[in-house]
């Protein structure tokens, strides 16, 4: 059986561990619990072609970033990285999180959510910077956990490009 190991990467309080409830169980809840080191979840993916497992490391979220543990990217193949759309400020921390886990082991396909995007009345980013993003090539989701609004989406493209 394929596995591929994908990091879920970003701020404190984005929505990390409920993207991953929600892709994995269908579920939400609106209650905090911070993740505390790292919690492992699994999720099979039918692609056209084949099907693969994802190994879904969810990291404890980070706004401190020299506190940011970069050995547990090791073994990933792609990166989920969270903004949470209603504090942009989300955005430079989901992107220097990247690039130290770049810096550690090597450029590998990511996509990037702006989560929460049921919060319409209080949504920080803008449809040109989510555009710019998209110019350069990059595969962006706007995402709800809430709803599960393209939740599936991101994830199942991550996995074609892990699998490609
Ligand atoms: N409205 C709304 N709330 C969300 C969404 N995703 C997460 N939340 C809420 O945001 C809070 C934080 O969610 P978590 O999934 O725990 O965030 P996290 O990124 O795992 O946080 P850490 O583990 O502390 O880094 C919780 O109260 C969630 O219910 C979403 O899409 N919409
Ligand atoms: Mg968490």
Partial sequence: MLQKKICMLGGF???KTSLVRRFVQSIFSDTYLTTVGVKIDKKSVALPNRTVDLILWDLAGE????S???S????????????DGTRAATLAVA????ERA???FGAMPFVLLFNKSDLGDRWQISDS???????RGWQVYLTSALSGEHVDDAFHQLASMVTE
């Fill in 13 to 15: 309080s984005v929505g």
């Fill in 95 to 98: 992107l220097t999180l990247r």
């Fill in 72 to 83: 547990n990217v090791r073994g990933a193949t792609g990166l989920v990285l969270v903004a």
């Fill in 102 to 104: 770049e810096a550690e």
């Fill in 68 to 70: 940011f543990r970069v």
């Fill in 63 to 66: 706004d401190d970033i020299g």
């Fill in 129 to 135: 910077e989510i555009g710019e993003f998209r110019q």
